[in-house]
């Protein structure tokens, strides 16, 4: 009671006509973090729901937990198993060593430590560069502090990799928080996933570092390729020998962004969206349609020159990004299609997008983000021909 007290005490200092009158997105973002909204509908129409704007962030938020504990274990694992190959280098390094944890890769205590100083830097920069940005354009527009922020920052966080210079990360998120959302009027009206934003600016602005050609391990001088630079040059049959087995790709002891590796970590947060009616079923459906039948076409035509044509849909499935996308990014409600027929189709697109740019374009090993950005775009026109359609369909019907 004593913390409402005091933010019931100072609230007059910031509604209109306060000395801290400019600061109230500020006070209401750490009000309403901590509280329930007092505010509530005073014109028709009225729809009651439990679910709000906090409690949706919230779920996202928690299905992330899987994926958070995974990025730690196999950053931390991919990493202590290249020191045993190139030795120990860097702060982190002397951390782990100055507190006695070691290097084993065995050790899921240590594998989990050690992750932990690669993802939390990242974290922390991620939401002290974007919140400053999301907190400012708030102020000059003199509107509230949206929560959509969470799950954008702990999205960017998952997607990038642990090798990624903390000052590319803050340019990263600072341009998805502007760009993606931020000039089109903020959380609810971008048309772009603010986290894909960000990172797609750093593929192209830096694509030597974050290409996917080439393993993310941030140990000095480890070399290595990714499941899909091995699958392009040498076909997928060959990432056995890379030690990257079906099973290893699906739990997710692979190389690659530190929260999209592990598929089951993937699945598990989609069985919980699903559970609270968070994602909507028919993305997930039309994304797996797109690229299972996308798959089974390249398949059936095979090519002589091209080994990525071979590549089976379970094999699409379990590398690179392709189930982090489909569980987290695909059904991101704000940038989706919002008629349920439309729904399908937006998802098949990117099914079939991320296939087309893995198998067809060599120029781009992984493919699942452009597929996202190049289905946002499209949402809007799929949701007008759906509506189109339904009109035609009942003038017909009541002519």
Not at 135 to 148: D, K, L
Not at 310 to 330: D, E, N, Q, R, S
Not at 371 to 393: H, T
Request: aromatic fraction near 14%; charge should be neutral.
């Amino acid at each position: 009671m004593g913390l409402r007290n005091f933010f019931d005490r100072i609230e007059p200092h910031f509604e209109k006509g306060g000395k801290w009158e400019r600061l109230f997105p500020l006070y209401e973002m750490v009000e309403s973090f901590l509280y329930t909204p007092k505010t509530v509908t005073t014109v028709a129409p009225h729809a009651r729901s439990y679910i709000d704007m906090k409690r949706i962030m919230t779920y996202v938020v928690l299905a992330t937990i899987p994926c958070i504990l995974m990025a730690l274990y196999n950053t931390g694992y991919q990493t202590n198993m290249a020191i045993a190959e190139m030795g120990a280098s860097g702060w982190r390094a002397s951390i782990v060593e100055a507190l006695g944890i070691g290097f084993d890769a065995n050790n899921v205590a240590a594998n989990m430590f050690h992750g932990l100083l690669y993802f939390l830097p990242i974290y922390i920069v991620t939401l002290v560069a974007g919140g400053v940005f999301e907190v400012v354009f708030a102020t000059v527009r003199r509107h509230e502090v949206n929560e959509g922020f969470l799950v954008s920052s702990m999205l960017y966080a998952l997607i990038v990799p642990a090798s990624t210079p903390l000052w590319q990360v803050a340019l990263g998120i600072i341009f998805g928080v502007v760009i993606g959302k931020e000039v089109f009027g903020g959380t609810g009206k971008n048309f772009l996933n603010p986290a894909l934003t960000g990172r797609a600016f750093l593929y192209f602005a830096y694509p030597a570092q974050l290409s996917g050609d080439a393993v993310w391990i941030p140990v000095d001088g480890f070399t290595g390729a990714t499941a899909l630079a091995v699958s392009a040059s040498e076909g997928f049959q060959a990432l056995a020998g890379h030690g990257m087995s079906w099973w290893n790709s699906f739990y997710g002891f692979i190389p690659g962004s530190m929260g999209e590796t592990s598929t089951l970590a993937c699945l598990l947060g989609l069985v919980f969206l699903l559970a609270t009616k968070i994602a909507n079923y028919r993305m997930v459906v039309g994304c797996l349609g797109g690229m299972i039948a996308f798959s089974l076409l390249l398949n059936w035509i095979g090519s002589d020159t091209n080994p990525m044509f071979a590549m089976p849909w379970y094999w699409h499935l379990v590398t690179g990004g392709f189930a982090f996308g489909l569980v987290f990014m695909v059904t991101e409600p704000v940038s989706g299609s919002h008629t349920n027929m439309g729904r399908y189709f937006y998802g098949a697109l990117i099914g079939f997008m991320v296939v087309m740019i893995r198998v067809i374009n060599p120029a781009f090993p992984e493919g699942m983000m452009l597929a996202i950005l190049f289905g946002n775009v499209f949402a809007p026109l799929i949701d007008y021909f759906v509506v189109q359609a339904n009109i035609k369909r009942r003038a017909k019907r009541h002519g």
